[in-house]
């Protein structure tokens, strides 16, 4: 598709949206539309990167997202302060689902080659192993929210934000050293890399934090992308008599009831991942695969990437999030759950890029 009609579908739909369903959610697609051409347009791979640091010692795409993360809470937390009956912080509850989780999710994004974000803007990109992953990974994330209370009756502490406990002062100071003593970690282990720093990285950086602090600001929540997914599968679960969310202990919570009931329009997370796809859309449009190079995949590699794409569905559910959900949103607004997030899907990367270098994707 060319950007000349594509662009009038998108200025459509966000009229349509503006007019038949809510003026903010108009504003939330736009962010989106925003966030998928940045990820797109940028190549800013949280898999790829984390995957190039470990494989050849290329520190420049963790160190963006280093960035990306201190922008973000530098931007983020004095809002939750200043705002906190408005605006909520990306908690999740330190548990022994978010451990396992963590570590299966790094696993996984590494064979499939995308995490959340990175599985909808290669869709959207037109990357015939994301286009197939998705809805796996839909699948994946409902499973993984209709099973989440017997994970969490393994073990679990209640969900602690900085922001609440310190104050955004403190939390920010906390959060940045973290923040630095991790990028002089990354620094270390790259040994004697000639480049630290990607221009076009860190450019998609400091973009990306200000759309996820747009996000915040008009959502009045951080910026997810799993809880999107699993609601799809749901409504469709549902709609088929498959599922009965009055029974099941998640679905049947207030607010997750109350969006299952809604127009998919109507949910903010839903709203900004097909933004995304729109945005990834409009940097791939009158290009072959959007300028990337797809690879020919053995029937085996189809096989692995699509039962890791499942995996990673079920286990970004398990974490509370993904590298956006939990590592950049649960970070920046302070969430403990965070911090904790980050070394388990690293050690899970570990794992996961000597599984993706045995199947020679």
Known sequence: MKRSPLAILVVAFVVFLAWSVAVRQALLFVVGVGMGAVLAGARFGFTTGWRRLIEQRDPSGALAQLLLLAVAAAVSMPLLAAYPTDLGAALGPPSISLLVGAFVFGACMQVADGCGSGTLYKAGLGIPLNMAILPLFAIGSFLGSATLD???????FPPYGLVAHFGAPVALILTLA?????GLAVVRWSGRSTRLFDRKLLIGALLLAGLAALNLVIAGQPWG???GFGLWAAKLATAAGAFDPSVNPFWSEAVNTATLSQSVFLDVTSITNLGILAGAL????GKPSG?????RLSGTQWIVGIVAGFLLGYSSRLAFGCNIGAMVSGISTGSLHGWIWVPMAFLGSLLGVRVRRHFAF
Not at 150 to 156: F, P, T, V
Not at 291 to 295: D, E, I, M, P
């Open 150 to 156: 017997r994970w969490l009756a393994l073990g679990a």
């Open 225 to 227: 992308i799993v809880y």
């Open 178 to 182: 973290g923040l630095a003593a991790t």
């Open 291 to 295: 300028g990337a190079s797809v690879k």
């Open 282 to 285: 409009w940097i791939a449009a």
